[in-house]
């Protein structure tokens, strides 16, 4: 990314900008999880946003929160101006052409009854045009975007592997012509070898259709190859988030840094210092007061008990939750 | 975050990996053999299945009799031909009958959040009754008739099935394939039919089964009761009742329909373990 981009950053209106985004659900004894707690950030048009947390970081929820797939406690997400959380269900309708979502799991995300020419020919049909030769035209023509076979179109499910599953379903979500794409750990689920050909994937038609891409991951060092920004968060909220280059360059959150510790470096001549998180995350039904994550931080103070850390800004679009971070020693 | 597991793929050649398991064949070549018998039994039935003859009357099983007559002289072995159209017509019109209230009952109430608990204990309040006493009411209420016993049964085997939809239902309804055609705007109704009720068929198929067997055991305790089809229709039901007067001189009057009963459920019993094994993943040996 030029500097040049980064000077501009401020000046173009971004297509999504997600604030302070709530989910809660109801748990046993009236009690609440809080999954999602207030959590903003903004998506520029055509950029890739990575985001990123442990299992139970709330980072799955607050795609599908955005996507209206579960319906969001509190918050904004203002796609091209629109409020899409204040929409009618009707409404949201035309609108869910423009975002479409691609799937962690490769095996649960198909209907293993369905063909292939059935499971895309559902999404044009629910673009609402092509029937007959010109759908099936357009089916062949997503398989070979994809890099499938046309003649791929009427096999079942099961007769294609992990990664070529995810390749269809790619192919359904781009078959509306979205907009915006969540990605919801779409490699995570894969074999390793395949992982680089559907990320690899999954840039190249970024550029080609110019789409803008949230990529969900729990993993910094995927994020890192693919991302112009990157949010981190715990526990339904975010700790540090800004572009990938000076997050990567200097992380400031002991968070964001243990997860950098835990990332593999394929460089054996480089060495990150090695962060170790005790435990596991607390549970979000009765979440750590103050900051969240202070009950695994390796720098937590008593002060971090009594307030809510602010995203503070530190510069170039780098903000950090941390009420320690502008101390020399962390 | 855990990789769910797939349920019941779908299986182009089930019936073949079926046929593979030996006990499921046998139940369905003596399943088939039955079927064919019942279509046939115009064609290969000896007599008619009404002709009387006093002169013959309790005729232990001979060559002119293959099964001997009963206390009207009827043939035995033609009227088990013609029962078996009657009894296996019913238990699959319930089997239908019980699918259709059940499957509706199943998906309402697995799908939608707020209709669970309503719909739920209306299935705990009709499978609360005992089967054959509900049965028994409601045919007494409605008339002894084919129809309304298979309305009743239906009634009776509903509630069953539409717990196996409501739990497949449950499963289903979370799968990202079903949020992937939230997404894409599909129409919930659409949802319902093309993703849940589509991948519901193989539980669904599973538990027909075994009712298809309870439902024909479950007509001829109401015909043996007298509550059931009227007398004058064979049914292996009415043919056990009226051979209950005569067991002591004439025992196979009852035994022989009693024992197509037995071949009957049996079969189907096994076609439904089979099946339940195939279609279960925890279960299946062959994968």
């Known amino acids: ?39 903003s950030f903004d998506v520029r048009r055509g950029s890739t946003v990575g985001l990123v947390g442990e299992s139970g970081s709330g980072k799955t929820t607050a795609g599908r929160a955005i996507l209206r797939l579960v319906e969001p406690t509190a918050g904004k997400a203002l796609y091209d101006g629109v409020d899409l959380f204040s929409l009618s269900a009707r409404e949201m309708r035309s609108y869910r052409q423009k975002l479409q979502i691609v799937f962690q799991d490769p095996f649960s995300s198909l209907n293993p009854r369905m063909r292939i020419a059935a499971i895309i020919g559902e999404a044009l049909d629910a673009r609402g045009f092509a029937r007959g030769k010109r759908r099936a035209d357009r089916v062949a023509e997503l398989l070979t975007l994809v890099g499938l076979s046309p003649d791929h179109a009427s096999r079942y499910p099961h007769e294609f592997s992990g990664g070529q599953r995810q390749r269809i379903g790619i192919a359904r979500a781009l078959a509306v012509e979205p907009e915006f794409v969540v990605a919801d750990e779409p490699v995570s689920a894969l074999d390793v070898s395949v992982q680089a050909q559907v990320l690899n994937l999954l840039g190249e038609l970024q550029k080609r259709l110019g789409l803008t891409l949230l990529f969900i991951a729990h993993d910094l060092s995927v994020v890192e190859y693919l991302c112009d920004d990157v949010v981190v968060m715990y526990l ?72 809510i850390p602010p995203l503070d800004d530190i510069g170039g679009g780098h903000h950090v939750a941390c009420i320690r971070h502008n101390e020399k020693t962390i | 975050m855990a990789v769910i597991s797939v349920p019941l793929q779908a299986e182009p050649n089930m019936l073949s990996r079926l ?49 001997g007559t009963d206390d009207l002289g009827r043939d035995i072995l033609t009227r088990m031909l013609y029962a078996a159209r009657t009894s296996l017509t019913v238990g699959f019109a319930v089997v239908i009958f019980a699918s259709i209230i059940g499957v509706v009952l199943g998906l309402t109430s697995g799908f939608f959040r707020t209709l669970d608990a309503p719909v739920s ?72 039919v093309r993703h849940v009720l589509r991948n519901v068929t193989s539980p669904l198929l599973v538990q027909g089964t075994f009712i298809f067997a309870n439902a024909i055991l479950a007509e001829a305790g109401l015909s043996f009761l007298g509550v059931g089809i009227s007398p004058d229709i064979p049914t292996w039901g009415t043919m056990i009742a009226t051979g209950r007067q005569y067991m002591d001189q004439a025992g196979w009057i009852m035994m022989f329909p009693g024992a197509a009963i037995v071949v009957t459920v049996l079969s189907l019993q096994l076609v439904g373990d089979g099946l339940r094994d195939l279609l279960d993943p925890r279960l299946a040996k062959d994968i």
């Not at chain 1, 900008?17 to 046993?28: D, E, M, Y």
């Not at chain 1, 360059?249 to 997860?259: C, F, G, I, V």
């Not at chain 2, 064949?25 to 064919?36: C, F, Q, R, W």
Request: hydrophobic share 50%; aromatic share 4%; glycine share 4%.
């Open chain 1, 1 to 39: 990314m030029s500097a040049a981009v980064i000077a501009d950053r401020a000046e173009v209106a971004p297509l999504l900008s997600v604030q302070g985004l709530t989910k809660h659900f109801p748990a046993r004894n009236g009690r609440i999880i809080h999954a999602v707690e207030d959590v």
């Open chain 1, 236 to 307: 339904g909220r975010v700790m540090e988030r800004g572009p990938s280059r000076l997050l990567y360059a200097a992380p400031r959150h002991p968070y964001t840094k243990a997860l950098l510790a835990t990332a593999p470096v394929p460089d054996p001549t480089r060495r990150r210092t090695y962060v170790a998180l005790h435990g596991d995350i607390p549970s979000p039904i009765d979440p750590p007061s103050g900051c969240v994550f202070r009950t695994r931080c390796p720098q937590a103070i008593a002060a971090c008990a009594g307030i």
């Open chain 2, 19 to 67: 046929m593979r398991r030996p006990t499921a064949a046998v139940g369905i070549a003596v399943l088939m053999i039955i079927v064919l018998a019942a279509i046939l039994a115009p064609v290969i039935a000896p007599y008619a299945p009404t002709k009387l003859s006093i002169a013959s009357r309790l005729h232990p099983p001979s060559l002119d009799h293959l099964f």
């Open chain 2, 121 to 192: 204990r209306l299935i705990d309040a009709m499978m609360a009754f005992p089967d054959i006493l509900l049965a028994i009411a409601l045919v007494a209420a409605l008339g002894a008739t084919a129809v309304n016993v298979v309305v009743a049964l239906g009634v009776v085997y509903a509630p069953r099935l539409a717990r196996v939809v409501r739990a497949s239902t449950l499963v289903i309804r979370e799968l990202p394939y079903v949020e992937a055609a939230r997404a894409l705007g599909v129409p919930t109704p659409v949802i319902l």
